[in-house]
């Protein structure tokens, strides 16, 4: 191959790389990342998710920092599926939410992955408005691929979940990590110091000198 066609090889494979899928990244590291816990470090974290079909189970030192979630299909008649609802989050109405995971191929049937939703018009989220799972589908392999999708939160909605559904025709196991849904969350609530105003700190003066000046007084008297 001559040096011109190596140096178009070259930029064709950066083309090709800089207009796909964004790779995943350790999730604690991605800003405003409502999702928690968004990467299965331990059996406590896979607990905090809800099962929508399928087992989860915690797989230990196969994760971005020593966990991850195995994720084991199960079947519904010609439907092989896994499913799992992250917890919770607020959202606003209107609201553009990129939300994805990445995901691992342990073994079977290659599943179509995708990035969902469940909407909730409650805060403390026992209402649904809406699910759906992702339009982008990924269809995984060996080694961890991204997942992502994105959802306009509908009026109403007050909060929402990540839903993460694989689904094939045959059986299959995989491996989930770094969740995320860039969702900016309201700071927390801080106790407030009041201030006294200039009227009040004048008072307080005065109040000051007037005991002052009559335990001086009485300090004379005594003597």
């Not at 405003?32 to 099962?51: K, L, Q, R, Y």
């Not at 919770?88 to 969902?116: E, H, I, K, M, N």
């Not at 801080?190 to 009485?218: D, F, H, K, N, R």
């Amino acid at each position: 191959m001559s040096c011109r066609h190596r140096v178009l090889s070259l930029l064709g494979l950066v083309v090709t790389l800089a207009g796909g899928p964004a790779l995943a990244v350790e999730c604690t590291t991605v800003a405003n990342n409502a999702v928690s816990p968004c990467g299965f470090e331990d059996a406590g974290a896979v607990a905090a998710w809800t099962p929508n079909g399928g087992t989860p189970a915690f797989a230990a030192g196969l994760g971005e920092n020593g966990g991850a979630l195995r994720g084991t299909s199960a079947n519904f008649g010609s439907l092989d599926a896994f499913g799992i609802r992250s917890p919770c989050f607020s959202v606003s109405p209107g609201q553009v939410v990129p939300l994805g995971y990445a995901v691992s191929l342990v073994s079977g049937t290659a599943p179509s992955c995708t990035a969902g939703w469940q909407q909730w018009s409650d805060a403390a989220c026992t209402a649904g408005a809406s699910g759906a799972i992702g339009l982008v589908a990924t269809t995984p392999g060996a080694g961890y691929s991204a997942v992502a999708d994105s959802r306009t939160v509908g009026a109403g909605v007050v909060a929402l979940s990540l839903l993460i559904d694989c689904r094939v025709s045959g059986a299959f196991e995989v491996l989930i990590d770094n969740a995320f849904a860039i969702a900016p969350q309201a700071p927390a609530a801080t106790a407030s110091v009041p201030v006294p105003t200039s009227g009040e700190t004048a008072l307080l003066l005065l109040a000051l000198a007037i005991v002052t000046l009559a335990y001086v007084q009485l300090y004379r008297r005594g003597g």
